[in-house]
């Protein structure tokens, strides 16, 4: 064997190890990892004890979540004092805004937008949502209208954790204490990295 090819083979070497042990962060860049949630209004139909198994199906055949989700809130039993009172009004948009493209790696497509839901939780829903995929993607709230950058995104954003997927429909739980008139964007980060990925500008309906 000669020397060339023996250095060859040693480059090669080298190479499939460093890959394999930076696959976790080539990845998302090669893969789709694609998510259907159902609204959150109807997640919250069904039992708590129920949910998990009801998040599992809905990724798997949405067609049958939605019939359980149905079937668990017919089959709970409302308390007499209950059954006069008023349904449930609908959900409220708070704001809306829709994904942009950064530049010719970073972007994503598909509408972010804000509920309130009857029992006054909020709720962040994206849908026909695709975006460029990377590693430890995070959902995050931003000050500033239009972040394209870490330093235009701040310290203060709220995190509201890991993107689910890079694709498809998903809710994300607002906590209580946070104030939205603070917040004007919702921003795909890469924590990492500290690149925006894309940012939705909220603007109130």
């Known amino acids: 064997m000669n020397t060339r090819l023996q250095l060859s083979l040693i480059l090669l070497g080298g190479l499939l190890v460093v890959a ?3 696959f976790p962060l080539w990845r998302p ?3 789709n990892d694609v998510v259907d949630e159902p609204f959150e209004v109807a997640l919250r ?3 708590e004890d129920m949910r998990d198994d009801f998040r599992t199906m809905a990724t798997q055949n949405p067609e049958m979540a939605a019939t359980m989700a149905v079937a668990a809130a017919t089959s709970v039993a409302v308390p007499t004092e ?5 349904e449930m009004t609908d959900p409220v948009i708070l704001s809306s805004g829709t ?3 950064i530049d010719v790696i970073h972007g994503a497509e598909g509408t972010a937008t804000i509920y309130q839901l009857p029992d006054g939780a909020r709720v962040l829903r994206f849908e026909e949502f695709r975006s460029t995929n990377g590693p430890d993607l995070h ?3 931003s000050a500033d209208p239009d972040p394209r950058t870490h330093a235009a995104l701040g310290e203060d954003y709220v995190d509201l954790g890991r993107l689910k997927g890079n694709v498809g429909n998903q809710n994300y739980d607002i906590p209580a204490e946070v ?3 603070r917040y004007a964007s919702v921003v795909i980060y ?3 990295f500290q690149v925006v990925f894309s940012t939705a500008t909220l603007n109130a309906v």
């Open 45 to 47: 139909a069904v039992p």
């Open 139 to 141: 959902v995050v709230l």
């Open 99 to 101: 994904f942009i493209q």
């Open 190 to 192: 890469c924590l990492p």
């Open 20 to 22: 394999v042990f930076t």
């Open 82 to 86: 209950e059954q006069a009172m008023p």
């Open 179 to 181: 104030d939205l008139s």
């Open 29 to 31: 860049l090669v893969v």
